[in-house]
Structures are given as structure tokens and as C-alpha cells.
């Protein structure tokens, strides 16, 4: 009715009926439409097709996927017109997190943080996507509550506590969180390997090698992010955001 462009997220065919897919899609509709934040993609619709099946129907980004522009530095400078990358990418890095800090505070926990799951428009915009397995971190009538035996998230991103089914909280996202800035650093995900095997014991040991040539106090923000025992994180998204921008001020 506006004239505009839009993007329609629906179920692929062989998905159809299956209820937990369709669950999914819902899920992510409600927290997406929920979480109304500059850094988060707007919901404009979630309406049913004739066959009965859900349509999440969202703002049409036109941008590249942030796991794209990490690993070239070149079209950063062409397109956003950064002198240095480093600096642009953290600024990036702190828009996730405000993002990430205003689900928190409504009870939202995303739980696959990771830079396939953030898009940049051709503007700057920085988006985070996919809600799909968020869980409350409260009760909620619009989320389902984490159920502790249930294991979900990408595996060389995941922190500890997700591989053996624990209750994440805020501070299980910080470690994903993490794991951004250490792939910024590192060029791969924190437990990159080649076996599924191989990848849940370096989720479990937490205790990825940070390049030399980084700068200390970047590194050390990292290491902290990205602690074994949870509580020897960054306390929330927010903080972890300020102490990247104090590094940035100095």
C-alpha cells in the first residue's frame, strides 16, 4: 500500500508443515517486532499466506552481512569511506552491542550472536538478525523460557555453558559478544576446527589464541569477554560497549 520495497520471510516448502519451523519463524516475528531499536530490523507485518502459513514481513536492507566487510578491508574504505578499518569495525562492534543490551533489559537473551547474524546497510545501519532461538531470560508471554536440556546456537561461537545445556543468561550473549571481537582480531571464530569433536573441546577449554600483533588492552577486553567461568565476564553488554569506547577515546 506504501509503494515500498519489503522483505518477506516465510518457511521453504519442504518446512511447511513442520510445526517447530513454523514456531521458529513466529518466535522470531514477536521478539523482532518486540524489540523496536534503530539497531534491530523493523517488523512491518506478520500475516498468513492462502495455504495458512506465516509471512514475516520486514524492512529491506540493502547492505552486506558484516562477515563479508571483515574480511575486506578495501570495500570498507570504498564504501563507508574509513581510513581506518579496525576503528570502523568497533564502531560496528558497539551498535551490536546496543542492540544486544536493549533486548537484555526486555528480557531477551539471542543466544547466536555471530557476523552472519549482523548486516550493514549502504548507509552504515547496523542490524542484528535472526531472533529465531532467542529465549527469555524472564517470563514471557510472547517467549518461551530456556528448557534446560535444549542445546542451540552456532558451534565455533558458542560459549561453555551452551554445550551442555545450561541456563544461558546476559553474560552467555557478552561471550558471543566476544567472540565478534575476537574474530575481527583473528579472522575466524573463536573455536574454529575441523571436526565437530575437535570444536566442542575448545568450546568446553574457552581459551582461544589472540594474534600477537594485537594491542594489549584490546586483547585483554577480549580475554575477558570471553572467560570459561561466566561470571569473570564483562557484567552486560553495555559494559563491554564502554570499554570499547574508552579504548577508541584514548
Known amino acids: 500500500a506504501l509503494a515500498r520495497p519489503v522483505a518477506v520471510k516465510t518457511l521453504k516448502e519442504e ?3 513442520d510445526s517447530a ?4 519463524l513466529l518466535q522470531e516475528a514477536w521478539v523482532t517486532g518486540r ?3 534503530p539497531n534491530v530490523v523493523p517488523v512491518y507485518d506478520l500475516i498468513l499466506d492462502d495455504a495458512g502459513r506465516p509471512r514475516l514481513v520486514m524492512k529491506r536492507i540493502e547492505g552486506l552481512r558484516w562477515t563479508d566487510l571483515m574480511s575486506d578491508p578495501e570495500a570498507v574504505r570504498e564504501r563507508f569511506g574509513a581510513s581506518d578499518a ?6 560496528v562492534f558497539m551498535q551490536v552491542c546496543h542492540a544486544i543490551h536493549f533486548a537484555h533489559e526486555r528480557g531477551v537473551i539471542h543466544r547466536d550472536i555471530k557476523p552472519d547474524n549482523v548486516m550493514v546497510g549502504a548507509y552504515g545501519e547496523v542490524y542484528v538478525l535472526d531472533w529465531g532461538i532467542a529465549v527469555a531470560s524472564r ?3 510472547m517467549l518461551p523460557a530456556h528448557e534446560g536440556s535444549s542445546i542451540a ?3 565455533p561461537y558458542m560459549a561453555p555453558e551452551m554445550l551442555d545445556g545450561s541456563k544461558p543468561t546476559i553474560r552467555t550473549d557478552v561471550y558471543l559478544l566476544g567472540g565478534l571481537l575476537y574474530e575481527l582480531v583473528a579472522g575466524e571464530p573463536p573455536h574454529y576446527g575441523t571436526s565437530l569433536k575437535e570444536i566442542a ?8 589464541t589472540i594474534p600477537a600483533d594485537v594491542e594489549p588492552e584490546l586483547a585483554g577486553l577480549i580475554r575477558k569477554a570471553l572467560a570459561r567461568n561466566p561470571a569473570d ?3 552486560d553488554a553495555e559494559m563491554l560497549r564502554r570499554a570499547v569506547q574508552e579504548l577508541l577515546e584514548q
Not at 579496525?86 to 564502531?91: E, G, I, Q, R
Not at 573441546?201 to 582461544?208: A, E, W
Open 139 to 141: 517470563e514471557s508471554a
Open 153 to 155: 546456537g552456532t558451534p
Open 35 to 37: 524489540l523496536e531499536h
Open 86 to 91: 579496525m576503528t570502523w569495525h568497533l564502531n
Open 15 to 17: 518446512l511447511a508443515s
Open 201 to 208: 573441546r575448545k568450546v568446553l577449554l574457552s581459551k582461544p
Open 233 to 235: 565476564r564483562f557484567e
Open 21 to 24: 519451523a513454523t514456531l521458529k
